[in-house]
Structures are given as C-alpha cells and as structure tokens.
C-alpha cells in the first residue's frame, strides 16, 4: 500500500485475517517427549517426597493462620496503629506505658536465630582478644628489660661524679633534654633492675575506666601487678584500622596505695585484684587525658584475671590473704538491706527509674562533676517514690561520703540503691555500645541506633504479633525519654537503661541474648 494513504475498515480486517492465518501456518505443534521403559521409583524417594509435600502444605497453612489472626487482632484493635499493639496479656495498672514498653524488651531471652554464625563469630573474637593480650605483653617486657634500664635514675651517679670534675656541679638534677650521658657511662644493668624471671611472676588483668565519658568508659585497659616488687602497670590497647595496633603505658609502673576505702593509704598486694575490685590513683600523678584528669581519683575496675597466673602466684606468695574487715561486711549489708527494700519496685519500673534518677541528677549537677549534696538526693527519692527510712540512708551516706566533703558521685548513689550489674553483663554493654560508636566519640546519634536496632527476632513479632516497627518504636521511644538530648545516646544514658532491664532478669546467659538478639553482637 503506498505511504501516505488511509486504510478503510474493510482493508484492516483483510489484513489482520491474512496475519492470523499465516501464523497458524508457520506454527509447529509442540510435542512432549516421553520416556519410555522407566523403573518405578523407590520406596525411599517415595516417602521423601511425601514429607516434602506436607512439610510445605504446613509452612503455607502456618503463615496462614498467622496473617489471619493478625488481621483480627488489627480488627478487634483498631488504634493499634496509633498506640501500639496489646503486647501483653496481663496488664498491670500499678506500670505506665514507657514501663510496658521497656519490659519488651526483657522477651528477647531465647538464643539468637544465627546461633551457629555467633558462635564462630564468638570465637574469633577469642582469638582477637588471646593475640591483642599477648601482644600487649610482649611490650611490658620489652619495656621493663630495655627502657627501663636505659632511664633507670642510677644512670645518672657516673655522670655527676664526672660533671663534679668539670665544674658542672647541678646539672645531673637538670631536665633530660640537657643531660648528656656518653655510652662508656650507660650500664648494662642497674642493682634495680629487673630479670625476665622476675618479671615473668606477674598477674595478667583487664580494666575498664568508671566514667560517664563514653570515649573513657570504652578504652580497651590491660594491667600487670608483679610479684617480685608489688609494682603494677596499667598499658592501653589502641586499634587503627584492621592491621595497625599499639599499647602504650597509661600508669607507669611503680608502687601504688590505695585512695579511698577502708584501705586507704595501704600499698597494693596480690588480695586486692578480683573481678569487680576497684583500683583508686590520683590523675595528677599521672599523663592522662584531660578528661579522666577532671576527676582527681582515677578509678580502675578489674573485670577479669587470669585465674591461672593468679592460683599459680597465691601458692608461691605466702603472706596471701584475702582480708574483710567487718566495716566492709557491714557496708555490704546496708547496700543489700536498702536495695532489698527496692527490689519489688525497682524489677518492673527498673528502666524508668534508673534513667529517670540518671537525667534528673545530670540536670541538677551545675558544675559538671558528677558530685551531689544530701538534699539532692533526699528530694530524688522523694521525686520517684523511692522510700528509705532515714537511718538506713543516714548510714548509706557515712559510707558514700568517705571523703567527709558532703557531696557524694550520683552515679555511686544509684547503684548503691539499685545495684549494678555485673562485670560479664557491662562487658556486653561496652560490645553493643561500641559497636554503634565505631567512631569512639562518646555519643551515638538516634538516627544510627534506628539504623542498626533489629527486631526481626523478637518473639512477638514470630508470632504475627506485633510488626518489626512496633517493637523499635517502643524501644526508641523508652530510650529517647532518658536522654537529656532527645537527638542523641550518651554512653552513660544507654548503660543506665540497661541497668534498669537488668534488674528484672535473674539469669546472666538472658540478660546477654537480650543484647546479642536486636544488635547482632
């Protein structure tokens, strides 16, 4: 047909008549090959089949009836859109909203799904951790049997005695950057110096930093108490990418004592390093960084030892002995008779109560040192309902205020009301925490703890529930409430939220699953 002219109905159906029939023409039937001569299938393939079949035909009917009774729950429950979805069977009028929604969190009990991949992820963390440890001692030794030679004081007595010569009387009390000590002067080693042997008696032991300071709380700390001279030393593991580490001293060795407690003044000895001992220095003494040297008292917790090197040491040092004053009994029994009597209270409204006391004390501290006045704490108590007769905290408060300065560090007071858990549980908190501040800033933005927090594995949302955006919502929102900067997570803000769940839970391996489930550590 020419280009440019129109086509009349009559021709379009001559066309479309002619395309049909030239496919039917060109169209070959397709013909099913049949095998023939086939043996039946046996028995065994028979039955695995059958299972397979009615394996599926479950799963299908099983997400059924999950849908359906998630679409009448939704019909019986039309606000849940607005303001969450009956989580609970039991609903306790004495708990408030953000309670109930903190205590979801206390159902991610049961083992992580990817039990098999935690477990292999687990242990390489172990042989991260065994490699980082023996690393860091094989630079305690290098620097106790060469550095410590070379800047020994008894270095210098050689060269006074030749600068007394020369007239340069006074110069050996100089600063190191004008002393000059030739080689023939240097001794290869002093009286005090120390031998591999006797530096090999030592007790190998990991510590955190007590501070609210995130970027402090989480530095990696490895120390070492030697036997032979009742010295230790404390070095920091650093980490730069994947390859690069370095361990540098943070408290140089030396003969320390105690700072505060009942063994104030009283050297160090083999007895005072358990997990959960507190180890007390003063931060003038020491080349800190400027924010651990705004506390004057550094404060050490040990959160694990080496029980070999420790039962090895306590069978060869014979004046071992593991002493408890009976002050220290009875401090410890007015901590557990106060925390008895909140004990009931404190098991559902842990969360709201922690972080509440945590941002209340945050917003009365004025001058940012974590000290309070009796009053302060007095109208806290009185503030949350927390009742304790007045003698019983007259006697809390003669232990807390040891320095007799009539202030008290809030975060002390709070766990001394409501206990702290321990250092197995925190160890797990720093993982979950450090995991989100990759960065080591001291803050988490609440954009990233979205990111990261998953709820797929939470027990109601198995079972048609409640939706993944439901359980993060709750726990956001619980979150959000204890933080000063609703925009942001403080370390101490997300430790005290999980001080307050971890009340409730009494087993440690729950606690840990309620942790390792939403943040895959």
């Known amino acids: 047909m020419p280009c440019g002219q129109h086509v009349t109905s009559q021709q379009f159906k001559q066309i479309s008549k002619t395309s049909c029939q030239m496919k039917k023409e060109s169209s070959v039937p397709e013909q099913k090959t049949i095998l023939e001569n086939l043996s039946t299938p046996a028995d065994k393939y028979k039955l695995e089949y059958c299972q397979y079949e009615a394996d599926v035909k479950g799963d299908n009917k099983q997400y059924s009836e999950r849908i359906a009774e998630k679409k009448r729950s939704y019909l019986q429950c039309p606000e849940a859109s607005e ?79 030749s600068k007394e010569v020369h007239g340069l009387l006074g110069l050996g009390t100089a600063p190191v950057r004008f002393r000059k000590r030739t080689l023939h002067e240097t001794k290869v080693r002093t009286k005090s110096g120390l031998t591999e042997n006797m530096l090999s008696k030592k007790l190998r032991f990991d510590s955190r930093i007590i501070s609210r300071n995130g970027r402090d709380a989480c530095r990696d700390l490895i120390g070492f108490f030697f036997a032979c001279d009742r010295s230790l030393t404390v070095y920091e593991f650093r980490q730069f990418g994947k390859n690069r580490t370095n361990a540098l001293p943070f408290i140089q060795k030396g003969v320390y004592q105690h700072q505060r407690g009942q063994k104030k003044g009283k050297a160090y000895d083999l007895s005072d390093f358990y997990v959960g001992a507190n180890l007390t220095f ?65 098991s559902k409204r842990g969360v709201r109560v922690v972080t509440g006391l945590g941002k209340y004390f945050r917003h009365m501290d004025k001058n940012r040192n974590g000290f309070l006045s009796q009053a302060d704490f007095k109208e806290a108590l009185k503030l949350f309902h927390l009742e304790v007769p007045e003698q019983d905290f007259e006697s809390l408060w003669l232990i807390l205020d040891d320095s007799k300065s009539g202030k008290v560090d809030y975060g002390e007071f709070i766990h001394a009301i409501a206990g702290e858990m321990n250092e197995y549980r925190k160890a797990f908190v720093r993982k979950a925490y450090m995991k989100l501040d990759f960065n080591k800033t001291g803050s988490v933005p609440m954009v990233d703890i979205r990111k990261c927090y998953c709820a797929k594995k939470h027990p109601l949302v198995l079972a048609g529930k409640a939706t993944e955006e439901e359980i993060k919502s709750s726990f956001l929102e619980t979150l959000g409430e204890s933080c000063s900067n609703p925009e942001e997570v403080s370390y101490s803000e997300f430790e005290d939220y999980y001080e307050g769940l971890s009340i409730g839970i009494t087993d440690d391996d729950d606690f840990v699953n309620i942790l390792r489930n939403p943040w895959g550590i």
């Open 282 to 346: 003063q931060s003038v003494h020491h080349n800190l960084p400027k924010s651990v040297k705004q506390n004057p008292i550094l404060t050490l917790r040990v959160i694990s030892i080496d029980e070999g090197a420790m039962d090895f040491l306590k069978d060869s040092v014979l004046e071992f002995k593991q002493e408890y004053s009976e002050q220290m009994i009875d401090d410890s029994s007015v901590f557990k008779k106060i925390q008895g009597m909140l004990r009931e209270t404190l």
């Open 83 to 161: 303001k969450g979805t009956q989580f609970e069977d039991g609903h306790n009028d004495d708990l408030t909203a953000l309670d109930e929604k903190a205590l979801l969190q206390q159902s991610y009990t049961s083992k992580p799904y990817n039990m098999q991949h935690s477990m292999r992820k687990s242990e390489a963390e172990d042989v991260a951790a065994e490699r980082k440890k023996q690393a860091v001692v094989e630079q305690v030794m290098l620097d106790q049997l060469s550095r410590a030679v070379i800047s020994d004081p008894e270095q210098s007595t050689r060269g006074d005695v």
